[in-house]
């Protein structure tokens, strides 16, 4: 009877922690596909940055199946943070939001978002407003009057996975742009 229940506890812990899919159809994408070209656009990028020299970009990418010729459009986020657990340890990620999930991204940030820039909330109150896509999360933070915060997250498993700024949140319309850009495109 024990072997059963362990058993069982392994299993579903297995199936929950490693069946879990945090990866987006433009990484499997660039996995599965054996020869590809992939394009970025340095010219139509967004970025934020903290006060400690670190960054988040958001690219547009087209990727090319060479053998099919199949066409697949998407922004790569490129992360570059600083470790809060090893010293001196720089981290570099990237992640993508496909071309999918882009509409909804922008439909959040121009309702949700953009309306709420002024917002001010009491005293002992925070209000956060969160997107989700498959391989990140993109949270606009407000405490008190004026402590605005853009948090951008890393859905992955390791610890160093966070960026966060206080100083530009005036750069989500920026964002907006550049992901209309692409979308229209």
Same mark, same amino acid.
């Given at each position: ?96 939001? @496909?071309? $999918?999930?882009?509409?909804? +991204? ?7 978002? !953009? %309306?709420? #820039? ?37 859905? @992955?498993? $390791?610890?160093?996975?966070? +960026? ?7 750069? !989500? %319309?920026? #964002? ?10």
């Amino acid at each position: 009877m024990k072997k059963l229940l362990l058993l069982t506890f392994i299993s579903l812990f297995v199936t929950t922690t490693f069946g879990q899919k945090n990866e987006s159809k433009v990484r499997e994408v660039l996995t599965s596909s054996q020869h590809i070209k992939v394009v970025e656009d340095w010219s139509r990028v967004a970025s934020f940055e903290s006060g400690m020299a670190e960054y988040v970009k958001f690219i547009p990418i087209t990727i090319t199946d060479l053998k099919t010729g199949s066409k697949t459009k998407a922004f790569r986020v490129d992360m570059y943070i600083r470790s809060d657990y090893v010293k001196d340890l720089k981290i570099y990620k990237k992640a993508y939001i @496909s071309y $999918d999930e882009v509409q909804d +991204f922008i439909n959040f940030l121009e309702k949700q978002v !953009i %309306p709420n #820039l002024n917002l001010e909330i009491p005293k002992n109150e925070v209000a956060f407003y969160k997107f989700n896509s498959i391989e990140l999360s993109f949270v606009y933070k407000i405490r008190k009057k004026n402590k605005r915060t853009i948090i951008i997250n890393f859905n @992955s498993t $390791d610890r160093d996975n966070t +960026f966060w700024t206080k100083t530009q949140v005036k750069k !989500i %319309p920026e #964002l907006i742009k550049v992901l209309k850009t692409m979308w229209n495109n």
